[in-house]
């Protein structure tokens, strides 16, 4: 081994506190940015799981500032012959006025989303049938599923009861009609259709006069990976004109959610990032109190033929051990914590479930980066070192 | 190889500028032949320390020049006087200075390593160690073993590159009595032994006994009359 790195390693690893503090300031700094990605990063990954589970699935189908009005029954079987597709379901979105009458009492009318869903369809497709915590999925003709924030504005309306809803039509005609309410949809931070309504597809192609007309198709894959291998089968199948589809993978249909995110996650890493800077402040404290301390070995050093790029590496080979057990550490730590959150299902503020990953990439250039910046801060105390000269530093020591 | 392995000619050291300054040392001329057992000796503040620091290389003189093993060290930049006193000086401190964290053998091992020449090195530096008596302890750590015994590493170390001189400021300053006579009794026997030039700053200079030189400073000049005085 090299004197200088032998040196190096002696001095910090004999000094267990010095060694301790300034391995733990790295970790801990390591550890920050492992929390917050295993939080944002989960958070973010939840997203995109609910939005694929409830709103766009894997591929999302639309068509370009209109209702598809090919058949929904051909498309969906033309997208389920591909292997990587597990099933494919339509919707139709509209917006209405609901009320309802509760203790005699009316609620006043207001809008809401409603989803029209195929139940045979979307049961395979998508998971919005499990966010049903009481009741069931919509199941007949005049069914609705009100999602639970509209069931709390119209004063909690339970099963069995009946809300009306008021819809304009195509031709810009009001169409009012009672549902009978089977169900209410929660979910995890609301996610789903927690402030809207689902109702029968049918039902509401009728309602709209848009008989065999679908406002989305979601296709749901076994295989993630070939979203944008199904989105290309999909326009180069159908490349016509006339049809104008849009097929989208699911950062592009949820872009508008995802691209603030990204911004908040990029914000948070950066905060993480600061922490790690004033890691790197105390592993300069701690290496100039290694200089301090060790000025008379510099002094000797110097007398017996060490030059002052010799005594720089000494500094800079204990930085980097220190670098490298913070970095270390700090990696235990992380993964210790992701396994915990991962094992525990951690949900974020007590409801979203996150989705938690390992991510190597990250965990590595995170150690990469402290392991350099251990080094980068050892520079300024080992440069003074290096401006000991020996008399005096044997002198004052 | 030239005859004298130390000369200095009119070295002069003055520390500070103007009103401020202060002669340490001046007009100090005196050589020195390969194997001679030199002894400056002074009183406190004499200036023997400055002296001894200057043909360690570890200071520079303001004026005049020290050539050791026939160069001339005015001329070494930062770099070259590090690598020249690594093969040419051997050092002996008071306080042996040790480095704590490094075993004994390590700690002789040292100059070797900083000069590159490892090679047999290890079994140089075992040899020397059975000389002084410490080969039992070459596994200890430096802070681990006595004053004496580490004065004797300290002296083991100094030997390893065989260096031209050995310098040793007041090598027996810290030491118990017992300590001080093995220390001086090992260094005579190591200049006889090795024909090993040794400089040695003492102001406990009948502890020396017979030795080739002796050099008196008083307020930073060579007493006259004591340069050549001879007791061997």
Do not use: C
């Not at chain 1, 592009?252 to 790690?276: C, D, H, K, P, Q």
């Not at chain 2, 083991?156 to 118990?176: C, F, M, Q, S, Y």
């Amino acid at each position: 081994m090299d004197y200088r790195a032998q040196i190096g390693i002696r001095f910090i690893t004999r000094r267990k506190g010095s060694l301790i503090a300034a391995s733990l300031a790295v970790a801990i700094a390591i550890l920050v940015v492992q929390v917050n990605s295993v939080i944002f990063q989960g958070l973010y990954n939840a997203i995109v799981r609910d939005q694929i589970n409830y709103r766009y699935g894997h591929v999302y189908i639309t068509r370009n500032e209109d209702y598809i009005t090919k058949s929904d029954f051909m498309l969906i079987n033309w997208l389920e012959r591909i292997p990587w597709v597990q099933a494919a379901a339509p919707r139709l979105d509209s917006v209405a006025q609901i009320n309802s009458t509760v203790n005699g009492q009316l609620i006043h009318d207001y809008n809401v989303q409603v989803t029209g869903i195929d139940p045979n369809y979307d049961e395979r497709a998508s998971t919005l049938y499990q966010t049903v915590g009481s009741g069931q999925y919509v199941s007949f003709r005049n069914s609705i599923v009100l999602g639970a924030m509209v069931d709390r504005d119209l004063g909690y309306p339970q099963v069995g009861d009946s809300v009306k809803l008021k819809f304009i039509d195509q031709f810009g005609n009001n169409v009012l009609r009672r549902f009978t309410i089977v169900g209410i949809t929660q979910t995890a931070g609301s996610q789903g259709v927690d402030s809207g309504v689902i109702i029968d597809i049918d039902t509401l192609r009728e309602i709209l006069n848009r008989p065999h007309e679908t406002g989305s198709i979601l296709v749901r894959l076994n295989d993630p990976t070939k979203a944008d291998d199904v989105k290309q089968l999909f326009l180069s199948a159908f490349p016509s004109n006339d049809d104008k589809f849009k097929a989208q993978t699911i950062e592009e249909s949820a872009e508008t959610t995802l691209s603030g995110f990204r911004s908040g996650i990029a914000l948070i890493n950066l905060v993480g990032y600061f922490g790690m800077m004033s890691s790197a402040f105390a592993v300069v404290t701690i290496q100039m109190m290694q200089v301090s301390s060790k000025t008379r070995d510099i002094g000797v050093m110097r007398a017996i033929g060490a030059k002052r790029k010799d005594v720089l590496l000494v500094f800079i080979f204990q930085g980097m051990v220190i670098g490298a057990i913070g970095a270390g550490l700090g990696t235990v730590m992380g993964v210790g914590y992701t396994e915990y959150a991962k094992e525990t299902h951690m949900t974020f503020q007590g409801s979203l479930a996150l989705e938690v990953q390992y991510n190597w990439m990250g965990i590595i250039q995170t150690d990469i980066m402290a392991f350099i910046l251990a080094i980068i801060a050892s520079i300024y105390p080992a440069f003074k070192a290096t401006k000991l000269e020996p008399v005096e530093a044997m002198r004052f020591a | 190889m030239p005859d004298n392995v130390l000369e200095v000619h009119n070295a002069e050291k003055i520390y500070g500028e103007g009103e401020t300054a202060v002669t340490a040392l001046q007009n100090i001329t005196f050589t020195v032949k390969k194997g001679e057992f030199i002894l400056i000796v002074g009183s406190s503040g004499s200036g023997k320390s400055t002296l001894l620091n200057m043909i360690g290389l570890l200071d520079r003189p303001t004026q005049g020049s020290i050539l050791v093993d026939g160069v001339d060290t005015s001329t070494l930049d930062d770099n070259h006087l590090s690598s020249f006193r690594n093969s040419k000086l051997g050092f002996i401190f008071q306080f042996s200075n040790l480095l704590s964290d490094l075993t004994v053998l390590e700690n002789v091992l040292l100059p070797r390593k900083i000069q590159g020449t490892v090679d047999g090195a290890a079994q140089e530096a075992r040899t020397l160690l059975k000389t002084v008596g410490l080969e039992s302890q070459m596994h200890k750590f430096a802070n681990k073993i006595s004053g004496g015994q580490a004065q004797r590493v300290a002296i083991t170390r100094a030997l390893i590159n065989k260096p031209a001189i050995v310098l040793a400021d007041e090598p027996t300053g810290n030491l118990d009595s017992i300590s001080a006579e093995t220390t001086v009794h090992l260094l005579k026997s190591l200049n006889r032994k090795l024909n090993q030039t040794f400089i040695i700053v003492t102001h406990d200079r009948p502890q020396f006994g017979e030795v080739d030189k002796i050099v008196t400073i008083k307020d930073g000049r060579i007493v006259e009359g004591e340069l050549e005085t001879s007791l061997r």
